[in-house]
Nanobody, 120 residues
Framework: QVQLVESGGGLVQAGGSLRLSCAASGKILSINSMGWYRQAPGKQRELVAVITSGGSTIIADSVKGRFTISRDNAKNTVYLQMNTLKPEDTAVYYC??????????????WGQGTQVTVSS
């Protein structure tokens, strides 16, 4: 079994910062990428940022320059540093990992989600 456990969400005022963490655990052979998606009420889930095992990143235009994604491969952990937060960043943030588990094909795994609320 593979699990993704997120932490770090919460309530913050506009202009503030939060740091999200997501740790992958279980029977993992290799991790291709880890990243963050978000879903606001009434909207579709959208990509926020992704980082590959080699360190390449994809950052959504809406958060570019404000959010930074990083990864600790030894700990199978991905971080999302969110600065200059805006009310429109309010959403449930989901961790995602594209990985190969023991005895399984490469698949997508999701965390349970963590709420980020930015007040104006």
């Amino acid at each position: 079994q593979v699990q993704l456990v997120e932490s770090g969400g919460g309530l913050v005022q506009a202009g503030g910062s939060l740091r999200l963490s997501c740790a992958a655990s279980g029977k993992i052979l290799s991790i291709n990428s880890m990243g963050w998606y978000r879903q606001a009420p009434g909207k579709q889930r959208e990509l926020v940022a992704v980082i590959t095992s080699g360190g390449s990143t994809i950052i959504a235009d809406s958060v570019k320059g404000r959010f930074t994604i990083s990864r600790d491969n030894a700990k199978n952990t991905v971080y999302l540093q969110m600065n200059t937060l805006k009310p429109e960043d309010t959403a449930v943030y989901y961790c995602n990992s594209h990985l190969m588990g023991r005895g399984t094909a490469v698949s997508d795994y999701w965390g349970q989600g963590t709420q980020v609320t930015v007040s104006s």
